[in-house]
Every structure is written in C-alpha cells, then in structure tokens.
C-alpha cells in the first residue's frame, strides 16, 4: 500500500486589522501622556551641607559656583571671574602645567543648575573628569 504524504499547510495570519490596532494604541497614548517642558533656570532645594569645608589640600583644585541677580559667578585660585571662556582657559592653564587632579565644586542654594551645567561642560572640556560636588550654606 502506497501512502501519499500529505502536505501540511501553514494557515495564514490574518494581518488586515493589525494597522488599525496600532494607530488606535499610538492614537490613546498620544491622547493620555501628559509632556512636561523642563525649566533649566527652576530652582532645586538642595540639602544643607554642615561637614562641607574643603580640606587644606595642594593638589586640591576648588571651583565655586554662586549667583548674584541672575549672574553666575565663577571662584578659581581666589580670583572671580564672570565668563566661562575666561574661566576655561584658566582652567586649561593649570591642567597643562600639573596635570589631571581632582576638583571640587562648590554651589550654593542661589545657584540654578543651568549654571552648574554649563561650568560641568567647561570642566569636561577643560579635562578634569574627577569632579566632587560640595554644597555650601548661601552666604547672608
């Protein structure tokens, strides 16, 4: 007796209705999700620091941060500066001379993170990527 093999056949999935469920999906998320704008200027309540005095270290580099009327202003080797550019160059200054070491920076609760933000990417751009971050009491 000869037995003919029978050819199994794969029923197809129905696709036609798979659009219309993901554009009805994309179509319900678009309506739930909420978009927030983020405000890089918003104030950030940051912890009150009571151990946050800098070690008398010489290898120490110390930056530090504080705003006065909107205005960032910049301590390095207790000289200010207002400008980033200005505080960049000082900055590459002293690395090209001692090399990489570690830094700290030092805000205070006035200071916006948009201008922590920007003395992080003059840091980076400066080659120091060991960067502490104090927070100091705001002076009064």
Known sequence: MIRKEKKLTIPEIQMTALPDIIFM????????????KEDA???????EVVYGELIK????????IREESGIPLYTFNNK???DLEVLSAALHKKYLAEGPSKLKL????????????????????????RVEYLVAKAVE
């Open 41 to 47: 200027d918003k104030q950030v309540t940051i912890p």
């Open 80 to 82: 200010n500066y207002d």
């Open 106 to 129: 030092i805000g205070d609760r006035t200071t916006s993170m948009r201008a922590v933000n920007d003395l992080k990417l003059t840091l980076q751009a400066s080659h120091y990527d």
């Open 57 to 64: 270290n010489p290898d120490l580099v110390a930056v530090s």
């Open 25 to 36: 999906l994309l179509f319900f998320f678009m309506v739930v999700t909420v978009l927030r």
